[in-house]
T-cell receptor, first 117, second 112 residues
Framework: NAGVMQNPRHLVRRRGQEARLRCSPM?????VYWYRQLPEEGLKFMVY????????ESGMPKERFSAEFPKEGPSILRIQQVVRGDSAAYFC???????????????FGAGTRLSVL | GENVEQHPSTLSVQEGDSAVIKCTYS??????FPWYKQELGKGPQLIID?????GEKKDQRIAVTLNKTAKHFSLHITETQPEDSAVYFC???????????FGGGTRLMVKP
């Protein structure tokens, strides 16, 4: 059973370009979370999605950032017109259920390290 | 929302000694407390978790204790080995949903 798959592992963009980060959850998981980690810091929640729905985007900047989790295919975190401050590691996590004994358990991918030149 | 504080930020121990990392949380409704290990260049790996209906959970050399009254929980690693060297994060869920709030992390260094 493959874990959470993220790609690309490393992404380099120039200021003003767009960055697209992809995440495929573990098999059987329908809940996806995106977190951002700045160097030497902890992880900060950005957005929580289920298939075709954004459940909570309270941690995501209001401008330039968007996320989706379509019925088919991976979840996408999109950053438009990137700036140097967007440089960070972006992690995706997935979980199987939102209720019951497996609630809250999240498994993380290896992350995408975005560098903005 | 939830606020999670983690101490210490760095911890250096001799191989074979024990290591203890402590976290406090603010939301008394929180009922799930995971610990993650993150090695350099990798994603966080879930190593142990505890729910609020128990006070302690063990898995070989690692254990987690929970004090709901004081709103703190701790990670205990016994007989530390060099491969335990990593950054460890505690977390607690937002009361409003499934999202996790993470502590600031503890860099554990085990000296051979």
């Amino acid at each position: 059973n493959a874990g959470v798959m993220q790609n690309p592992r490393h992404l380099v963009r120039r200021r003003g370009q767009e960055a697209r980060l992809r995440c495929s959850p573990m098999k059987g998981h329908s809940h996806v979370y995106w977190y951002r980690q700045l160097p030497e810091e902890g992880l900060k929640f950005m957005v929580y999605l289920q298939k075709e729905n954004i459940i909570d985007e309270s941690g995501m900047p209001k401008e330039r950032f968007s996320a989706e989790f379509p019925k088919e295919g991976p979840s996408i975190l999109r950053i438009q017109q990137v700036v140097r401050g967007d440089s960070a590691a972006y992690f995706c996590a997935s979980s199987p259920l939102s209720t019951g004994t497996l609630k809250n358990i999240q498994y993380f991918g290896a992350g995408t390290r975005l560098s903005v030149l | 929302g939830e606020n999670v504080e983690q101490h210490p930020s760095t911890l250096s121990v001799q191989e074979g000694d024990s290591a203890v990392i402590k976290c406090t949380y603010s939301d008394s409704a929180s009922n799930y407390f995971p610990w993650y290990k993150q090695e350099l260049g990798k994603g966080p790996q879930l190593i142990i978790d505890i729910r609020s209906n128990v006070g302690e959970k063990k898995d070989q050399r690692i254990a987690v204790t929970l004090n709901k009254t004081a709103k703190h929980f701790s990670l205990h690693i016994t007989e530390t080995q060099p491969e335990d060297s990593a950054v460890y994060f505690c977390a607690a869920p937002h009361s409003a949903g499934n999202m996790l709030t993470f502590g600031g992390g503890t860099r554990l260094m085990v000296k051979p």
